[in-house]
């Protein structure tokens, strides 16, 4: 493919990605980095913040769409 392609696919995935945040907002789903299982801890004065469940979505997200492009070359 060409670069112009890979841009255009690109943009549709981001524009795919904002949709779906969209919606999942308006149909209460729980928002990504905002998941059970990321552990966040509020102190007095820090906040801390280690996103386990999200790592591991968008992780298997991220494998299943490489996989998809990379079958479809």
């Given at each position: 493919?060409?670069?112009?392609?890979w841009?255009i696919?690109?943009?549709?995935?981001?524009?795919?990605?904002?949709?779906?945040?969209?919606?999942?907002?308006?149909?209460?789903?729980?928002?990504?980095?905002?998941?059970?299982?990321?552990?966040?801890?509020?102190g007095?004065?820090?906040?801390?913040?280690?996103?386990?469940?999200?790592?591991?979505?968008?992780?298997?997200?991220?494998?299943?769409?490489?996989?998809?492009?990379?079958?479809?070359?």
């Open positions: 493919m060409t670069l112009g392609r841009l696919v690109i943009g549709v995935v981001f524009v795919g990605a904002g949709l779906l945040a969209i919606l999942g907002a308006k149909l209460g789903l729980p928002r990504l980095g905002r998941l059970p299982g990321d552990i966040v801890y509020r007095k004065n820090t906040t801390i913040y280690v996103p386990i469940a999200t790592c591991l979505l968008l992780s298997v997200l991220l494998t299943v769409v490489f996989s998809l492009f990379n079958r479809l070359r």
